[in-house]
């Protein structure tokens, strides 16, 4: 292991470590109740919010704050060396080649993806198909993996076991093995939803071999608990602020892929300033549109066929790719 790989490597060490460095483990399992589980997760938490965990007085949090200062590599780093970091980032087919080839080689880890579209789109079945796909080896000759487990929350009830296992046949995996390795919590309400990256951030750091997270879908239950147009505005865009920055920590911390799904609602505006746009949008306003790094639109075709267009992202242009729903995957077109 190189220097910069192992300077990179303590700050996604567990809290645990800081007990070597004078933090008691009473403090330490605080952090740990309050989802916040590496060293570089105490470091980009604010001190407002270290201080609302009960038991953290100011002396503790600034000398949990100086403590990963000293452990943590400098926060400026050259081009060269975050190129080097970038390295470590995989990418993880979908099952459609045209699609991987317009994403630059499919959904990438350490950040965020946003998939969204109307009803019968395939946005789920592109969750079930990323569930055995990211169990593939990275060196698989025709779909490149990332040799991992997939934690999925399931905001509407639409996973099913019986999806991924025709999906693992088609890829020859082991269909038992690709549900055991598939883990997956139904979140009721937007607060539940919070509380499980909670859990699931404990986990990840006990088990690096997860490497996609799944939100399907991302705003359903948002929109279900704050109704009224006051508390869309307002209380539910803060409450999504705090989700999406967690995501995205965890997408750092842990070298992951995070898929959210979303809904879309008519936008007759659009459509009536110009003919050839679209008349539906994706909900969550602005936050979800910055929060995430790549936006994918999916929309129907002809008979089975569907279009993926990328809408947003840091490494590729706009582009589209054709797809097809298949009984059980999401492939390519013939």
Request: neutral net charge; aromatic residues 6%.
């Amino acid at each position: 292991m190189s220097d910069n790989e192992e300077e990179a490597r303590a700050g996604f060490e567990s809290v645990d470590e800081l007990q070597s460095h004078g933090i008691n483990m009473q403090d330490i399992a605080k952090l740990k109740a309050a989802g916040i589980v590496t060293i570089l997760g105490v470091s980009q938490t604010t001190r407002r919010h270290l201080l609302k965990i009960k038991g953290l007085s100011e002396a503790k949090v600034e000398k949990l704050k100086e403590t990963c200062a000293k452990i943590l590599p400098p926060p400026f780093q050259t081009g060269t060396e975050i190129a080097g970091r970038r390295q470590n980032v995989q990418f993880i087919s979908t099952g459609s080649k045209s699609v991987d080839a317009m994403l630059g080689g499919g959904i990438p880890t350490q950040s965020i993806t946003e998939v969204y579209g109307e009803f019968r789109t395939g946005k789920t079945q592109l969750c079930h198909t990323l569930c055995v796909s990211t169990q593939l080896p990275e060196d698989n000759e025709n779909f490149a993996g990332a040799a991992g487990k997939v934690a999925y929350i399931d905001t509407e009830g639409t996973f099913r076991p019986d999806r991924v296992r025709a999906i693992a046949d088609r890829f020859g995996v082991d269909s038992a093995e690709a549900l055991d390795n598939v883990l997956c919590a139904r979140a009721w309400s937007s607060e539940q939803q919070c509380d499980l990256l909670v859990d699931l951030a404990v986990r990840f750091v006990e088990d690096r071999t997860y490497k996609l997270l799944i939100v399907d879908s991302i705003m359903n239950l948002f929109r279900q608990d704050y109704s009224g147009r006051g508390e869309l505005s307002e209380r539910q865009q803060q409450k999504l602020n705090q989700f999406l920055a967690r995501l995205q920590k965890l997408a750092e911390e842990f070298n992951l892929a995070v898929i959210l799904t979303n809904q879309v609602q008519a936008d007759p505006g659009a459509a009536a300033m110009f003919a050839a746009a679209s008349s539906a949008k994706p909900v969550g306003g602005h936050i979800l549109a910055h929060a995430s790094a790549t936006r994918i639109q999916l929309r129907k075709g002809r008979g089975d066929e569907r279009i993926a267009k990328l809408m947003d992202s840091p490494d590729q242009p706009e582009g589209e790719a054709t797809y097809v729903l298949k009984s059980g995957y999401v492939g390519g077109c013939k």
